[in-house]
């Protein structure tokens, strides 16, 4: 079946370590975006791409970074100079052109150990 | 995009239907209203959306006024299962979805 896939579901990093969150999407779409989600609260939006070897930043983009080397894949990296890195992060891809909606994934619960 | 706003929660009675609204007062006419809903710890699911006609799948139904100012999404026979976090957004077609923005959204409770 097509969707996203992110890995791990649980992650957990000790302070001063960078770490890498994985998605990947086979649904062929064209947009891909990071989300950060603490509790009780809505979606912030970190980084997106619309395209293969672009991105831009989102509105929480401090202490966060990104790749866009395959049209599938998208991953985030949550480095050490993000101070309140303990989230839930939501990756979710979008077919450009039209009013599709937005896909997700399951999401990726980061603590910090 | 436009911004939308949503009641903080909601309680239904299981079996009854669901009716949760949303405001997009300064909604724009080529705008679309998506819903979508988040079960806890998992990623949010799209519901259904619209753009100015009333629209119903399996899900649920879509309800949207006239003026387009505002919206109900409605669960026609609510069951447990419906428990979640409810959010309403807008977006233009043809536009980048990250602009959209996600609220804190309504939590509906359903009740045996």
């Known amino acids: 079946d097509g969707g996203i896939t992110q890995s791990p579901k649980y992650l957990f990093r000790k302070e001063g370590q960078n770490v890498t969150l994985s998605c990947e999407q086979n649904?062929?779409?064209?947009?891909m975006y990071w989300y950060r989600q603490d509790p009780g609260q809505g979606l912030r939006l970190i980084y997106y791409?619309?395209?293969?070897?672009?991105?831009q930043k989102g509105d929480i983009a401090e202490g966060y970074s990104v790749s866009r080397e395959k049209k599938e894949s998208f991953p985030l990296t949550v480095t050490s100079a993000q101070k309140n890195p303990t989230a839930f992060y939501l990756c979710?891809?979008?077919?450009?052109?039209?009013?599709?909606?937005?896909?997700f994934g399951d999401g990726t619960r980061l603590s910090i150990l | 995009d436009a911004k939308t706003t949503q009641p903080t929660s909601m309680d239904c009675a299981e079996g009854r239907a669901a009716n949760l609204p949303c405001n997009h007062s300064?909604?724009?006419?080529?705008?679309?209203v998506y819903w979508y809903r988040q079960i806890h710890s998992q990623g949010p699911q799209y519901i259904i959306h619209?753009?100015?006609n009333n629209e119903t799948n399996e899900m649920a139904s879509l309800i949207i006024t006239e003026d387009r100012k505002s919206s109900t999404l409605i669960l026609p026979h609510a069951t447990l299962r419906d428990t979640a976090v409810y959010y309403c957004?807008?977006?233009?077609?043809?536009?980048?979805?990250?602009?959209?923005?996600f609220g804190d959204g309504t939590t509906l409770t359903v009740k045996p």
């Open positions: 979710a891809s979008l077919r450009q052109g039209g009013n599709q909606p937005q896909h």
């Open positions: 649904l062929n779409h064209d947009a």
């Open positions: 791409s619309q395209i293969v070897n672009d991105f």
């Open positions: 300064t909604i724009s006419g080529n705008e679309y």
């Open positions: 619209g753009l100015k």
């Open positions: 957004i807008v977006r233009a077609s043809n536009t980048n979805a990250g602009k959209s923005t």
